[in-house]
């Protein structure tokens, strides 16, 4: 009985602490963080120097992009005046700072350098960022500003709407991922459906992916776009091109991964005609008579010199030298690097060919990663400055060559032209966020151009986080027919939920992230951007004292079963025999845990074991951000003795052992070798998800429509709503917080935004009125205020936009009418609480040219209040030409009102039955505020919401929150060895009994029609229930002028 009654209240949490709340928040702040820490650094680092030749002479000015500076929010014209984000919702402009760039400009290699700070427009700034002037702001300085107390920011202010950049799934970063497609036939004759694809990304987050194609011949193909074009290379003239090396060389490390002592055994990935291909690919280079180092480059610089951007007067070598450090494994800088990876790849490749290894799922999370925000506006803003600089390239040329007197080493003629498109670089990033669109011409490698962004809709909380913690596959996919990018796959488990996703169009695309599911970052635990060379450096160190070999110098040539390759974030580090690789790989966990080992929290360590026909074996280490973690319990003795939280990828979860928190099996015939285990079986769950109460006991797709309904709900949607300036927004009156919770509940402080009712339900079949889903409200529970709502609708008017023929126009009201309108006040505005009805006038604008009062009418049919009115303006002359007005629609519960329960029982509203014919109940006189069929409980088995009415009545007898987290009876009990599930019934039964109620929460009812006993016991309660957005007075079908 404890248990059912504790609070449901987290130890330690304390009112208004929402370290919790803003961890779901972090992954969008914190990349935006690093964009202006670092990537805008690192960008600039990446772009190369634009160099332009005179016409008319030999002079050559090169153009270099030095320094960035992005400045806080402040307002037009007034210096030092700081513009929070309130006051951009109320004007209906963009929260942003300035741009700024250090332009250097240099004629000839030994000229004078002249450096420019040019103004490039304005940066849209995410809430809550480094640059946000509400950072580290308390709750009560939050309120001061027009604030929730609870914000956490993640979005972006773009013409005074809130504009979120969606989180998209990509391939996982420099990983060789083998594929079996048939899209790889249509390349060209001789192609086959099979290829290692691995995406590249540079330190700036630009990526190029390059595809290595198997040929029917047996040689392969590498494959990269440039110019919106693929370019397909003999893999043999690239190993050549990147380092000096010879035939025998290349032809060793191919086959030294096959031995004749191993056979077709466990962990061979190699067989005897890698030999015969390897030799294949030797001779298509030798047939091109393309024998030495110099002579590859040469060839290549001679096929890209054409299409390679200011690369037109440079040598072939030169040129070549180019390609493959911007296009060929962008994320290494060391050719020999490259070399080795290329090698890997090529036996990865053969190995998928003869079957010996399998290839991968591109579908499943463990090959995948997220695009965070900061991310692609790094990757968009290169683009843009990119095009910028061949703007004033051409433009520049265009002017040396028609002004035979214009001089390039005048910097400042050149910086006039340099300054014609400035201003278009901070436009483009601002219209990018404002309609999510991505314009660029080379595709940035990212899988769509459109839909990037979306509105931060505050329908309620509930929808507002959802959008923070939501995943998208990407739209190519929703137009494809298949069904298996949509599928639940194990490699999820723990990262991305099960239950919460839509049921329509976008299900299995649109995905949400568990709570305790984490992105990693830039930044460690302490704030500080990581050395990721630094991080190499460590791990390389620690690796050698467990045995791994450094492939710098080649002492080992050999590969699975007898020894694996280790990787970090895509480079080859080394070898490590397979019988020692295990002990490496705890070593590595418990460095971990060490802050001083060097080594980061969130390393992913995945062993991929030897296997017969699996997976490629070997040690794959990756570090780099945009991955997904989530914490478990390492089972091991850690320094310390205790057990502590480590962080787990996607990658290395699928080859771990992780135990239930129960200590059970998880269902095997024979006990495993646990190394870790889950931390609580709600770790499963989303957020939205877990405030389900008992969710474990209901049908899974209840669940899910619970996930969706709750997104819909008409609950408390802000507590600053006296200064939003939202399109729409739903309001419940008089919101509850609901009697049974769960944990997380309490966690993320949902009381702050409640979005329900504790409503008295009777199961019972009770006027007819209460078929198919239907239920019945009880007439007087409305009166007194039940499920009673408002909508707001805020009407940004602009008159200097409206009118067409540039006459001016204020908001004005004629002193010599005798219009005894009341409505509009002395300045034209309406009057605050006014009631408005339709077709009536509730503003008035003057026109200044003609004199005339032009008044405008209230559109609609139904009437609505005058909530709020707010004129955008400095004038002391009171000549205002914006305004907002709120208008305020009441919306009480109607018949055909849509209402549900948390457990996914949608009913409708259809009668509105009299206090006094409503059941009562024998013992306490009480009557139901709402009935409900029992004919929806058998098919739908939400027992849930059973144990919900049950409960709550317990819980409001006692005075006391019951704590309904799902799988509680799946966690071990302290001091026992196991648990056997305890009935909730029997936890509750003795304590209705108490009171005189029933023990399994039914009672008797007589009729209210004819005060007679119902023969039959009925389920009677609270029942936590939500009103839905979807009301019959917002149905243009039902609507008074269309009727």
């Not at 963009?94 to 700070?117: I, M, P, S």
């Not at 990757?379 to 060559?401: C, G, H, M, N, P």
Request: with cysteine.
């Amino acid at each position: 009985m404890d248990k059912a009654t504790k609070s449901a209240s987290p130890a330690g949490a304390k009112e208004g602490d929402y370290a919790a709340l803003r961890e779901l928040f972090r992954p969008h702040v914190e990349s935006f963080d690093y964009f202006l820490d670092a990537g805008l650094e690192e960008m600039l680092t990446s772009i190369r120097p634009m160099e332009i030749k005179d016409p008319n002479s030999s002079t050559i000015l090169k153009i270099s992009l030095e320094k960035g500076h992005v400045l806080p929010p402040m307002r037009d014209g007034r210096l030092g005046v700081p513009l929070y984000p309130q006051e951009c919702r109320q004007a209906r402009i963009t929260y942003h700072g300035e741009f700024k760039l250090d332009v250097c400009l240099q004629c000839n290699e030994n000229g004078a350098q002249v450096r420019h700070t040019l103004n490039f427009g304005h940066l849209p700034i995410m809430l809550m960022s480094k640059l946000c002037h509400l950072r580290d702001a308390d709750p009560h300085k939050l309120v001061f500003h027009g604030e929730e107390s609870t914000e956490m920011g993640g979005y972006f202010i773009c013409g005074g709407m809130e504009r979120l950049i969606r989180i998209l799934i990509l391939q996982k970063r420099n990983y060789p991922m083998g594929m079996v497609r048939g899209s790889f036939l249509k390349r060209g004759a001789g192609y086959t459906d099979k290829a290692v694809v691995i995406r590249c990304v540079h330190k700036d987050q630009s990526s190029v992916t390059i595809k290595l194609y198997y040929l029917q011949n047996g040689s392969a193909r590498l494959g990269f776009w440039l110019g919106g074009r693929e370019f397909l290379l003999p893999v043999g003239i690239v190993l050549k091109a990147l380092i000096d090396t010879s035939d025998r060389e290349i032809f060793t490390s191919l086959t030294c991964c096959y031995s004749d002592k191993y056979g077709r055994g466990k962990g061979v990935v190699s067989t005897q005609l890698i030999g015969e291909r390897a030799q294949i690919i030797l001779d298509e280079v030798r047939d091109l008579s393309l024998l030495t180092h110099m002579q590859c480059l040469m060839h290549i610089g001679k096929y890209f010199r054409s299409v390679m951007e200011g690369f037109e007067h440079n040598d072939y070598e030169t040129v070549a030298k180019a390609v493959l450090k911007d296009y060929v494994f962008v994320h290494l800088e060391n050719n020999h690097d490259k070399f080795n990876l290329l090698i890997f790849m090529l036996q990865k490749l053969y190995a998928i060919v003869d079957q010996t290894a399998s290839p991968d799922n591109p579908d499943a999370l463990q090959f995948q990663e997220a695009l965070l925000p900061g991310h692609l506006i790094t990757v968009f803003l290169k683009d843009r400055l990119q095009d910028w600089l061949r703007k004033s390239k051409r433009l520049i040329i265009e002017e040396a060559t028609k002004n035979k007197n214009f001089d390039l080493s005048n910097a400042l003629e050149v910086r006039k032209f340099l300054t014609k498109h400035t201003t278009h670089v901070g436009r483009a990033i601002e219209s990018m966020i404002k309609i999510g669109k991505v314009n660029s011409q080379s595709g940035l490698d990212l899988p769509q151009s459109d839909g990037m962004t979306i509105h931060a809709e505050r329908l309620n909380f509930h929808r507002y986080i959802s959008h923070f913690r939501s995943v998208h596959r990407g739209s190519a996919f929703a137009k494809m027919r298949t069904t298996s990018v949509r599928k639940l796959l194990p490699e999820s488990w723990g990262f991305l939920c099960p239950v919460h996703t839509p049921d329509g169009e976008p299900c299995g695309l649109l995905n949400h992230m568990t709570s305790t599911c984490r992105i990693s970052s830039f930044y460690n635990s302490e704030g500080v951007v990581k050395d990721f060379e630094k991080i190499k450096k460590s791990l390389s160190a620690e690796l050698v004292r467990v045995g791994m070999n450094p492939v710098f110098p080649k002492i080992e040539r050999s590969g699975p079963p007898e020894v694996l390759h280790v990787h970090l974030d895509g480079c080859i580090l080394g070898t490590m025999s397979a019988a020692r690789i295990e002990e490496a790989v705890n070593f590595l966990r418990k460095l971990k845990f060490l802050a001083h080992s060097g080594i980061p929290e969130d390393l992913e360590v995945g062993y991929v074991p030897l296997s017969l026909g699996g997976a490629y074996p070997g040690l794959y280490l990756f570090t780099n951000p945009a991955r997904f973690v989530r914490p478990v319990k390492n089972l091991f003795s850690v320094p310390g003795g205790e057990q502590s939280i480590e962080l787990i990828g996607p990658f290395e979860q699928a080859f771990m052992e992780i135990r239930c928190p129960d200590g059970g099996d998880g269902g095997r015939k024979e006990k495993f070798p646990a190394t870790h285990e889950e931390i609580h079986p709600t770790a499963i769950l989303s957020v939205v998800a877990n405030l389900t109460p008992w969710s474990d006991h209901n049908q899974s797709p209840r669940n899910m429509y619970q996930c969706q309904m709750a997104k819909q709900t008409m609950g408390f949607c802000g507590q600053a709503l006296k200064f939003r300036t939202d399109v729409k927004a739903f309001h419940l009156q008089t919101p509850q917080t609901p009697i049974v919770r769960t944990a997380t509940y309490s966690k993320y402080c949902m009381d702050e935004f409640p979005s329900g009712t504790n409503a008295i339900v009777a199961v019972l079949a009770y006027t007819g009125y209460d078929m198919e889903d239907a239920m019945i409200l009880n007439k007087s529970a409305v009166d007194r205020g039940m499920f009673r709502g408002h909508i707001y609708q805020t009407e940004c008017i602009d008159l200097s936009k409206k009118n067409r023929e540039n006459v001016p126009e204020i908001f004005a009201k004629s002193v010599l009418s005798r219009d005894t309108n009341t409505a509009i006040d002395s300045d034209g505005l309406p009057r605050l609480g006014q009631t408005v009805h339709p077709n009536e006038q509730y503003y008035s604008v003057y026109n200044r040219l003609t004199g005339a009062i032009r008044p405008v009418k209230l559109k609609g049919s139904e009437p609505a209040y005058i909530d709020y009115v707010a004129v955008n303006g400095t004038s002391s002359k009171g000549d205002f030409q914006k305004a907002n007005i709120r208008l305020r629609r009441v919306r009480n519960p109607i018949i055909g009102d849509k209402f549900s329960s948390r457990h996914g029982q949608k009913g409708v509203c259809s009668q509105l039955w009299p206090d006094i014919d409503m059941p009562f109940s024998a013992n306490t006189g009480m009557r139901p505020d709402l009935i409900i069929n029992p004919h929806a409980f058998p098919s739908r088995m939400t027992i849930a919401m059973l144990l919900e009415s049950m409960a709550a009545k317990a819980g409001s007898l006692h005075g006391k929150f019951i704590d309904a987290t799902p799988f509680s009876s799946s966690v071990k009990k302290e001091g026992k060895d196991s648990h056997k599930p305890d009935s909730i019934v029997n936890e509750l039964g003795p304590m209705l009994a108490s009171y005189g109620f029933n023990y399994h929460g039914t009672e008797v009812l007589y009729s209210g029609f004819f005060g007679t006993e119902m023969e039959c016991a009925i389920f009677i309660g609270p029942v936590y229930y939500q009103r839905l957005r979807h009301m019959v007075s917002d149905k243009f079908q039902v609507s008074n002028c269309c009727i």
